[in-house]
């Protein structure tokens, strides 16, 4: 047979042409067969920081002090006690006398009962302000006025204008000598004035009075045998002058005589004396009041004579019962 002889670059690019194409058919024949897969591409996870809260510094609240109650004061009743009475000398109220003890509402009490009396709660004393003391506060309370020097102006006479000394005139403006110059300012202290002679002032009398507010005995409170007094109280209308006091005024309705009792006082309270006591054993209505007098002259005896200084009170009533009946003789 014939032989065939090749060069050795051309037989190896036979070769590879060879290679390439079984190459190619083996890929395509396993891609069609799915035995090649495509890779898939897996993302890569970020991981998020994680915030850390910030400390927050916690500021402990300072403790306030805290008001304890004091405990109640144990009171024996005596002879002739009030509960307004009681109140007012253990400068405490009525009303809370009634609901320490749960008493009724006309706070009955009687001798040998034991109260209990709250003790008033302490009032705080208001926070310390920031005051002037000495000059600055003489200073600082003085109503001043400015004036312009004018032409011709002297300080004697711009200090006598205002009716003010020269010296004073000069301490406020820090002068050191008399000499006033021509549209200087000078403040005049209107405090530092002359007072202008006159006629001595008249004294005001004091503004009426408001209307007393009674307290006891309640309107129709009854009294008998047992009562050898009664004793009438009402609130205080306010400091009264020397010159000043309370008339009280008391009527037996029921003896149709007009049997009345005035009487003045200083206090803000009556004992009604037992010899105005009816002598029957029926009980008699008695009415009273109080108004405030001023005392404005004496009459030819020397007895004071009173004029009203306020509005009288309401009226209040009250029952009293008189001596017993006499026994019956026996036959």
């Known amino acids: 047979m014939p032989q065939v002889r090749l060069s050795l670059p051309f037989a190896l690019g036979i070769l590879l042409i060879v290679l390439v194409v079984g190459a190619g058919g083996v890929y395509f024949g396993l891609q069609a067969t799915g035995g090649i897969v495509e890779p898939t591409i897996v993302p890569t996870i970020t991981e998020t920081p994680t915030i850390t809260p910030t400390v927050t510094e916690t500021t402990t609240p300072t403790p306030s002090p805290t008001y304890t109650p004091l405990p109640p004061i144990d009171y024996t009743v005596k002879f002739g006690d009030t509960c307004s009475g009681?109140?007012?000398?253990?400068?405490?109220?009525?009303?809370?006398?009634?609901?320490?003890?749960?008493l009724s509402s006309t706070c009955a009490i009687s001798p040998g009962m034991v109260l209990k009396i709250p003790q008033p709660t302490p009032t705080p004393l208001p926070l310390p302000t920031a005051t002037l003391a000495g000059p600055e506060a003489t200073r600082a309370a003085c109503q001043t006025d400015r004036y312009t020097v004018q032409a011709n102006d002297t300080l004697s006479s711009v200090a006598a204008a205002y009716r003010v000394p020269q010296q004073a005139i000069k301490d406020w403006n820090?002068?050191?000598?008399?000499?006033?110059?021509l549209g200087t300012t000078l403040l005049i202290p209107l405090c530092a004035r002359?007072?202008?002679?006159g006629p001595t002032p008249t004294p005001t009398p004091a503004p009426p009075y408001p209307a007393p507010n009674l307290l006891l005995p309640v309107d129709?409170?009854?009294?008998?045998?047992?009562?050898?007094?009664?004793?009438?109280?009402?609130?205080s209308v306010g400091l009264l002058r020397e010159n000043e006091a309370y008339m009280v005024?008391?009527?037996?309705?029921?003896?149709?005589?007009?049997?009345?009792?005035v009487d003045y006082v200083l206090d803000t309270k009556l004992v009604v004396p037992a010899s105005f006591r009816p002598q029957e054993n029926l009980p008699h209505i008695m009415r009273w009041w109080v108004v405030t007098v001023r005392q404005t002259g004496t009459d030819n005896n020397g007895n004071p004579i009173y004029t009203s200084a306020g509005t009288a009170s309401l009226q209040r009533v009250f029952s009293w019962s008189g001596a017993a009946p006499a026994p019956t003789p026996t036959p």
Do not use: H, R, Y
């Open 174 to 181: 820090g002068m050191t000598s008399d000499s006033v110059f």
């Open 86 to 102: 009681i109140a007012v000398f253990f400068n405490t109220s009525v009303q809370a006398i009634v609901l320490q003890n749960n």
């Open 194 to 197: 002359e007072a202008t002679p």
């Open 249 to 261: 005024t008391i009527e037996d309705v029921t003896s149709g005589t007009g049997k009345k009792l």
């Open 220 to 235: 129709g409170a009854a009294f008998t045998l047992a009562n050898d007094t009664v004793s009438l109280q009402w609130a």
